[in-house]
């Protein structure tokens, strides 16, 4: 029995050891990443290649949700603020929601799923088919060729994304409450417009869509620099990137928004 | 300069973990030659590439390429290093996102400032050694096998290196394909002086090509000798390798228990 709760013990023990070695790992990869990312940003070209395949393939899948996103949010508005008789409130309503919260959350949540997770299977599968392993052996740095192009590529597409997604969200606040449902336009766009603050609504939600950008392209390209190069490893990698991803953008939106809105009223 | 043997291993072991992989190899290998090494699966050839390469250190032991000893370069010296030697992998290892004349041109674009206009040449030039100019605007995806494997010769030979390392060059390849890449790497090694270390298990096809045979089994170097003499060689080992004969030294089974024993068949015929 003893022996029992002792190997129970020393397996916990060996759990966290390897989850804390594995995040010592990956901050070491990250810091690398950074430093090395002189030749991406001298040759910017490798870095515009990406953001084609990050950026401006992602579009389609964001404008779409963006623009339900924002279709939904003006019907539910309108349902719930029509009954304290303030349904002009709905532009409001979009608006906030999807600059503080929706826009940033649900744009980066759609990212990992869609460029994330096709940045790791890339990064895999050059691995396990030994792509770059002769890259080395060129006297070429993956991390500097491969690895941090997509990772300044990712950065800088999220917040981009994130604010089409805005963007396009109110569009569709806007279909549903003023040209479905018919509230007054004037008062839709006019508070709106009194009620959204640049510093406190716009800029804090860039700064969260910036963190969720570096969050998930991280975790995108480590997990697949770390693939075991198998078939197995750079599915299950991929898999990791997905379910990573989405728990750092939750876990990080909440902390950000602890910070940016305690005092709101 | 380069002295006149490109490589001296001397002493080289090397173990992952506890297990040893290569035990106490010497090996010399001289400018301008093709040299094989054969061996088993799992014999520890491509560790010993690897090794040359600088991408493993040696436990003990040395491997010296041009005069340097590999393991004790720093990163920059390694990559600097690095630039006089190549490697073609088994699979060929090309740039799946790029097209076949970036492939090639890769290695021109990331380590020197030569205009464009003169990479286009070079390129179409090495190309043109392998056979392939006409395939320059494809993707390593339209690529057969065979093609795929010399278009990334033609990538290894894109700054002209001191040694070319292959590893199982000739794996997968039909026929034609087969005798087509092992003749481009006795040309392509005489019209450059280059050196080029030749890992394969494929006995029949490197013996047409190759001055120099090593054997590997088991972590050491079992024989050597040239095509002449391997073919000529009564050792068991070299023997059965070189007639690819089903059991000798190398045994067919895998160690087990005794057969009726894992059989349960112990005792119930008494």
Redo the contacts between chains.
């Keep these: 029995m003893p022996k029992r709760i002792v190997a129970g013990i020393q397996s916990v023990g060996h759990r966290v050891i390897d989850s804390i070695w594995r995040l010592g790992y990956a901050s070491r990869f990250f810091l690398l990443t950074l430093i090395k990312s002189g030749t991406s940003l001298r040759r910017f070209t490798l870095v515009i290649r990406e953001l084609y395949f990050t950026g401006v393939q992602s579009l389609i899948i964001i404008l779409v949700s963006g623009l339900f996103v924002g279709m939904v949010l003006g019907l539910q508005g309108f349902e719930t603020l029509q009954r304290y008789g303030a349904e002009s409130a709905v532009g409001t309503m979009v608006a906030l929601s999807l600059l503080r919260e929706l826009g940033p959350v649900v744009s980066a949540l759609l990212f990992a799923s869609r460029a994330g997770s096709a940045i790791t299977a890339?990064i895999g599968?050059?691995k396990a088919?030994?792509?770059l392993?002769?890259?080395?052996?060129?006297?070429?740095?993956p991390i500097a060729?491969v690895v941090a192009p997509r990772f300044w590529a990712g950065v800088i597409s999220m917040p981009l994304l994130a604010a089409l997604f805005s963007a396009i969200g109110v569009y569709g606040g806007y279909l549903v409450a003023v040209i479905l449902i018919g509230v007054d336009e004037g008062s839709f766009w006019s508070q709106m417009q009194n009620a959204v603050d640049f510093h406190y609504d716009v800029v804090n939600g860039i700064i969260k869509t910036c963190v969720f950008g570096i969050a998930v392209t991280a975790i995108a390209v480590f997990e697949g620099y770390d693939a075991a190069p198998t078939a197995e490893g750079v599915s299950g990698a991929t898999t990791r990137t997905v379910v990573t991803s989405s728990l750092a953008i939750l876990g990080l939106d909440f902390i950000l928004t602890s910070f940016m809105f305690r005092g709101m009223g | 300069m380069v002295p006149e043997s490109l490589i001296e291993i001397e002493g080289l072991n090397f173990s992952y973990g506890q297990r040893p992989i290569l035990k106490g190899i010497d090996m010399t290998m001289g400018q301008g030659k093709v040299i094989a090494i054969m061996g088993g699966s799992g014999s520890g050839k491509t560790t010993l590439l690897r090794l040359i390469g600088g991408a493993v250190r040696p436990t003990s032991g040395y491997v010296k390429v041009a005069g340097e000893v590999v393991h004790k370069l720093k990163r920059d010296e390694l990559f600097r290093i690095r630039r006089k030697m190549s490697m073609l992998f088994q699979f060929g290892a090309l740039f799946t996102d790029l097209s076949v004349f970036d492939n090639v041109a890769f290695q021109m674009r990331e380590h020197t400032d030569l205009p464009e206009s003169m990479i286009r040449d070079l390129v179409l030039m090495k190309l043109q050694a392998v056979g392939l100019r006409g395939a320059h605007e494809l993707m390593p995806g339209q690529l057969s096998g065979g093609m795929a494997r010399r278009v990334a010769l033609a990538r290894s030979i894109a700054l002209d290196p001191l040694l070319i390392m292959y590893d199982e060059p000739f794996t997968g390849l039909d026929p034609i394909s087969l005798t087509v890449v092992g003749s481009l790497i006795r040309r392509l090694t005489d019209a450059l002086g280059m050196t080029s270390i030749v890992v394969t298990h494929d006995v029949q096809e490197s013996l047409k090509i190759v001055d120099y045979v090593y054997f590997i089994a088991d972590g050491v170097i079992a024989a050597h000798g040239t095509p002449d003499e391997v073919r000529r060689s009564v050792a068991p080992f070299v023997h059965q390798f070189v007639h690819g004969e089903e059991d000798g030294p190398v045994s067919f089974h895998y160690p087990a228990r005794p057969y009726a024993q894992d059989l349960k068949l112990e005792g119930s015929f008494a």
């Design positions: 890339e599968l050059m088919t030994e792509q392993a002769a890259m080395e052996m060129m006297a070429v740095d060729r």
